[in-house]
């Protein structure tokens, strides 16, 4: 009895492990025939060409804010104004000095001008003394004398000269100064460096800020993006051009549908969302989907993203 039982026993337990494997090695075919035809990850709103921080050019205390969130404003707008008041005064005094300092070249440039004309007559007269001295009409001294005079004439007039360049010199350096107290003026508007509009201000009418200072965030004009990360078991699988759908995570619905422009050349760290205390093994690729329609995407926003890989 005992030696049946143990047969049939072991009867059953082979059996038993001939349909585990096949049960397996189906789940497995299954799984392989099986093909993915969208991916779906969280993502990111923002403006194609990033969101850029404000920071402050200058030191000083705020006197206006020239640009509202949310207002579209132009390249080269005015977004924001320090108190000017001590560079104003300064380069009130470095103008002052250019109308001085061209009196100063044009006296410089007049007695060039008398010199020259003194060498002139000067160097006329001694080749005249020469032609007397040679018919015995003047005497040798009266010769030398007149040769004298050219030379001291001679020397007098590249004084005069190196004085008006000097004066010319000094006129730029005015001018250097001019120029610098301007740029320091004009630090004191802060200007935008694109179109777009003010996402928020970290500062008020009022504050005092200091240069490299933080003061707000920027976002350029422009379409959006939806930036999200793909596992590295599927990144072989996205492709630029390849559509997409971005979904609203409070209620399901399409916000947009898209094109996938972008996909990074390595992989790193999953970063989207991500607490800083999670432990993660896995690497992603960044990727990103331009948005066909901005109007109702919001900046910031986290959504979900279906990549649709067929």
Known sequence: MKIKFFFIASLFVCSFCSCTNNNVKTKEQAVIQTEIESITGVARIEPENGLLTIYANSNGRINKIAALENQQIAEDCPLLVLDNTVEKTLLDVERSKISSQNAAIDAATRNAESVKNDLDKAVSDFQLNEQLFDAKGITRQALDDSRAKVEKLTS???????????????????????????????????????????????????????????????????????????????????????????????????????????????????????????????????????????????????????????
């Open 156 to 310: 007098d007039y590249a004084k005069a000269l190196a004085d008006r360049d000097e004066q010319r010199t000094k006129m730029n350096e005015v001018k250097t100064n001019v120029n610098y107290r301007q740029a320091l003026l004009d630090e004191k508007v802060l200007k935008s460096a694109f179109p777009g509009y003010v996402l928020q201000w970290d500062v008020h009418c009022g504050d005092y800020v200091t240069q490299g200072q933080k003061i707000g965030q920027f976002a350029p004009e422009g379409s959006l993006v939806a930036v999200t990360e793909i596992d590295e078991l599927f990144q072989d699988k996205v492709k630029t051009g390849m559509k997409a759908e971005v979904f609203s995570q409070l209620n399901g619905e399409r916000i947009a549908t898209g094109t996938v422009i972008y996909i990074a050349g390595y992989l790193k760290k999953k970063s989207l969302f991500s607490d800083d205390n999670t432990v993660e093994d896995r690497r992603v690729k960044e990727v990103k989907v331009r948005l066909d329609d901005n109007s109702k995407a919001v900046i910031n926003s986290k959504v979900d993203c279906t990549i649709h890989l067929k």
